[in-house]
């Protein structure tokens, strides 16, 4: 009997020679276009004969176990191959995110202590100025990999197996810097090995499927479900170098694709296009992701004929804990991620530490079921022994996220904990204000924090990015209350902005999150500056 790969180049190697002639990557024109690469399909063999090629050149050059070497290649199919061969090698891999520049590269160059980075030849000139503020040696090369006779400290460690680290994932750092999570082998074959056994309403079928994602590979999702989901089941991946809403159901249907992958900020969008009798004119049997708004979450299946399947992981948990709505009931419009199964433990956690009674919001804390609480999780938070200890507290991880389990046991994502508003009692969740602000045909951005309030404990505070200037004091006043009107016959009175600010930009993160931390810096200063609406005597109770 065939023992398991161990390894993600095995897991690829088994699906090469099961799978040879069938597709495994495939490009199509427009994101061919965006990349200046060929567009077309790439066989599991085609690719295999590319990995050994790279592989043979790391080799050469004296790369393998211990090494880190960095990957900025957005979401080329080059990205795929120089991992599996580093990863054959024993060396570990560091997406790096293309929106990063000099301040956030030296970081990362230097805490992850990478010995090489593979770039495209805009950004190597970026990496090397960056490396050298790190006071760090880095080897650059091209997608064509290194050269023959490229200098490298020889090998550090044995041979790869599971527990080998495969790749080094940094988190958006939306309170912080970064931190970079160590996944190992064993991560990425479980995320696989979980997508090809959940079947229910994501059954993925042996050979056939033909999976289509927007999300970048520089992510958990599409470098760990995405890509290993399709290497397990021998099926094709067809990545897109970002999200074309114009062109959406154009690559859908020219692609044949039976999956896709979404983020939540996609199907509002897709829905506010014009409806078409070309609307179901697809072969999509589900949508695959997480966080669509619960306002246009029935709306969008009715339209397009496909069930959204929420899911909720992080790239700490990996599928050591992960849920998904695979089955019904669904409870579409509640942001159900579904409910858990035997292989995952779970509590929500009030604030004073008891557990949370049903439909109360409280902190999910999550752990593997069986011997093992931590199989399936990243191995640890590079260098900060503390921050990992403390997510581990009392051997459950805590997410910070806040959801609510029903009566039937499902589980409804809330909000973060951190951007959680607590205002006379009352819990407000900043990204569902967040979610009705932007749904305002004025609003380009928008983003909520909490101000001190001497008798309501926090008051809410918007701050917005308009789609035009704003002229001047009176006009500033009048759109305020047209926004706070808007958010008042969608929202509970009291989950209304306060104060109503204009601002030019918004502090977002190199993968457009928002940065909590320096939005609550942003509103500090706002707020002293008093260039805001005060809103508050709009917030009335309705009898």
């Given at each position: 009997m065939t023992s398991p790969p161990a390894t993600v180049f095995a897991a690829f190697a088994a699906a090469a020679h099961a799978h040879g002639d069938r597709p495994f990557l495939a490009v199509l024109s427009e994101t061919a276009a965006a990349y200046g690469i060929a567009a077309g399909e790439i066989t599991y063999c085609q690719a295999a004969s590319g990995i050994e090629r790279l592989a043979a050149q790391y080799a050469s050059a004296g790369y393998g176990g211990g090494h880190r070497v960095g990957l900025l290649l957005e979401s080329r199919p080059a990205?795929?191959?120089?991992?599996?061969?580093?990863?054959?090698?024993?060396?570990?891999?560091?997406?790096?995110?293309?929106?990063?520049?000099?301040?956030?590269?030296?970081?990362?160059?230097?805490?992850?202590?990478?010995?090489?980075?593979?770039?495209?030849?805009?950004?190597?000139?970026?990496?090397?100025?960056?490396?050298?503020?790190?006071?760090?040696?880095?080897?650059?090369?091209?997608?064509?990999?290194?050269?023959?006779?490229?200098?490298?400290?020889?090998?550090?460690?044995?041979?790869p197996d599971a527990a080998t680290e495969a790749a080094l994932l940094y988190t958006s750092g939306t309170t912080g810097r970064p931190k970079g999570c160590v996944l190992t082998n064993a991560y990425f074959l479980n995320a696989g090995r979980w997508y090809a056994e959940a079947g229910g309403l994501i059954a993925l079928r042996l050979?056939?499927?033909?999976?289509?994602?927007?999300?970048?590979?520089?992510?958990?999702?599409?470098?760990?479900?995405?890509?290993?989901?399709?290497?397990?089941?021998?099926?094709?991946?067809?990545?897109?170098?970002?999200?074309?809403?114009?062109?959406?159901?154009?690559?859908?249907?020219?692609?044949?694709?039976?999956?896709?992958?979404y983020l939540g900020v996609m199907p509002p969008i897709l829905l506010a296009a014009p409806a078409s009798a070309a609307d179901r004119d697809h072969g999509v049997r589900f949508g695959f992701g997480a966080g669509v708004d619960q306002r246009v979450h029935a709306a969008f299946e009715i339209r397009f004929g496909f069930?959204?399947?929420?899911?909720?992981?992080?790239?700490?948990?990996?599928?050591?804990?992960?849920?998904?709505?695979?089955?019904?009931?669904?409870?579409?419009?509640?942001?159900?991620?579904?409910?858990?199964?035997?292989?995952?433990?779970?509590?929500?956690?009030?604030?004073?530490?008891?557990?949370?009674?049903?439909?109360?919001?409280?902190?999910?804390?999550?752990?593997?079921?069986?011997?093992?609480?931590?199989?399936?999780?990243?191995?640890?938070?590079?260098?900060?022994?503390?921050?990992?200890?403390?997510?581990?507290?009392?051997?459950?991880?805590?997410?910070?996220?806040?959801?609510?389990?029903?009566?039937?046991?499902?589980?409804?994502?809330?909000?973060?904990?951190?951007?959680?508003?607590?205002?006379?009692g009352e819990n407000i969740s900043a990204v569902e204000v967040e979610s009705v602000l932007q749904q305002h045909p004025a609003v380009l951005q928008a983003a909520v924090a909490a101000t001190p309030d001497p008798v309501r404990g926090d008051e809410v505070v918007a701050c917005v990015v308009t789609d035009a200037p704003i002229r001047d004091e009176a006009q500033r006043d009048e759109l305020?209350?047209?926004?706070?009107?808007?958010?008042?016959?969608?929202?509970?009175?009291?989950?209304?902005?306060?104060?109503?600010?204009?601002?030019?930009?918004?502090?977002?993160?190199?993968?457009?999150?928002?940065?909590?931390?320096?939005?609550?810096?942003?509103?500090?200063?706002?707020?002293a500056s008093g260039a805001y609406t005060d809103t508050r005597a709009m917030k009335k109770r309705i009898p």
């Open positions: 990205f795929l191959l120089h991992w599996f061969a580093l990863n054959q090698l024993g060396a570990s891999v560091v997406p790096i995110n293309p929106d990063l520049r000099a301040v956030e590269l030296q970081y990362l160059i230097g805490h992850a202590e990478i010995a090489a980075a593979v770039a495209l030849p805009g950004r190597q000139a970026h990496l090397a100025a960056a490396a050298a503020a790190a006071e760090r040696s880095l080897a650059i090369f091209g997608p064509e990999g290194p050269p023959l006779s490229a200098p490298a400290p020889p090998p550090l460690a044995a041979p050979g056939g499927e033909r999976m289509l994602t927007p999300l970048p590979l520089f992510h958990m999702n599409a470098m760990a479900y995405s890509t290993m989901a399709m290497v397990t089941m021998g099926g094709c991946l067809i990545l897109l170098d970002r999200f074309h809403p114009r062109s959406w159901w154009r690559s859908v249907r020219t692609a044949r694709a039976s999956v896709v992958h069930p959204l399947i929420e899911a909720w992981a992080m790239t700490e948990t990996g599928a050591g804990a992960v849920m998904a709505a695979t089955e019904e009931p669904r409870h579409v419009g509640t942001n159900c991620f579904g409910r858990a199964r035997g292989d995952v433990a779970y509590r929500i956690q009030r604030a004073d530490g008891a557990e949370a009674a049903e439909d109360e919001p409280g902190e999910l804390l999550v752990r593997h079921a069986g011997p093992d609480p931590r199989f399936g999780f990243f191995r640890e938070y590079l260098k900060d022994p503390e921050a990992t200890a403390e997510a581990w507290t009392e051997g459950w991880f805590h997410t910070g996220d806040i959801v609510r389990r029903s009566a039937d046991g499902s589980l409804h994502f809330v909000d973060r904990r951190k951007n959680l508003i607590r205002r006379s305020a209350a047209e926004l706070v009107s808007w958010c008042l016959a969608r929202l509970a009175y009291y989950k209304a902005p306060g104060y109503l600010a204009f601002v030019e930009s918004l502090p977002l993160t190199s993968t457009q999150k928002i940065q909590r931390g320096a939005l609550k810096e942003l509103v500090a200063r706002v707020m």
